[in-house]
């Protein structure tokens, strides 16, 4: 068995560069900040240049976990199949992305470097057949911090696994770099890029997106983003409510304005549910998980409402 070890900035490793999009940090340490306990993590997808020696990674999206994800302080497995499904579909859009790797978080648990595990499951990975790229690029969060810069919330560090080498490459800051550039992934980042340049060029970033995809694939894993020219960016996909019963929900987003509103449609509404999507209809709201969330509360609301009338009809003619 060879030693390993991590190289800082000796040869190879020096050959190799990150290009980083701010969003895709706001998008790790936002998911960093929900799992304050457990382990998290996701995958990272995008694209890369490697002439003579030299490799340049270059990121531009970052899938999420996925619903069947399993976290402890310790370990974390993500959601493969869910990850494969939003691959296919990136991949539909952006035929040049591939899988650049993982990231993953260590400050729930204080290890500040990959672990044992770690290390040899990515060796592992980039040595095996199937694997496309000639290297596999490890993003890890090893701490957190109380800082007002929203990009400063967590250290991070990046690690580069290269095909056939037994080694494995701490890349150093001056090699990582940050860009203001756009996601294909999550949907919703790589839309607010779309639809500003439609509707309004230079109209401020809508990071609310970044937070609608995450808490909408966490929470409600039916309900999926969708783009098309006639309705711009919405959602749709079943609601299920208190008495297992399900709901077809469309969330649309207004963006012509400044700032994006958003209504609710409920498709083929039962007659219980009727005046609670004729009254959502009307209402506006300040994001599509507002508008979720406000959607599941009416109709669960209406739900109970009825049966506790029809409860108290029948508990009456007894007495
Ligand atoms: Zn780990």
Known sequence: MWKRKTKVTADLGADIRIVFPEAGLDVVFDECDRFDHDETGGRL???YKEHGG????????????????????????QDGAHQESIFRQI??????????GNWHTHHVNGLPTLSGGDIETYHRTVNHHNHNT??????????????????????????VFRRGDKDFYEIPPRHVEFVDAPLVWP???SQTDHVDHRHSAGSPPRPDRAYDSDIISEFYPGIRPFSSQKLGVYWR???????????????????AGRTSKHSVALRDAPAALQSVADELAKEEFPSARAALLATERNCNRALYQRAHIEETKSSTKRT
């Open 134 to 159: 000639p290297f596999f690029y490890a993003l890890l969060v090893t701490a957190k911090h109380h800082s007002s810069d929203p990009h400063r919330r967590y250290s991070i560090k990046h690690f």
């Open 54 to 77: 030299k490799l340049t990674v270059q990121v531009t999206g970052i899938i999420e976990s996925g619903p069947q994800a399993k976290r402890s302080p310790v370990s974390f497995f």
């Open 45 to 47: 997808v995008g694209t």
């Open 187 to 189: 949907a919703s980042a």
């Open 91 to 100: 991949e539909s859009q952006h035929p040049e992305i591939e899988h650049l």
């Open 237 to 255: 996909g079943p609601l299920e409510l208190l008495d297992g019963s399900r709901v077809q929900v469309v969330l649309l987003e207004d963006s």
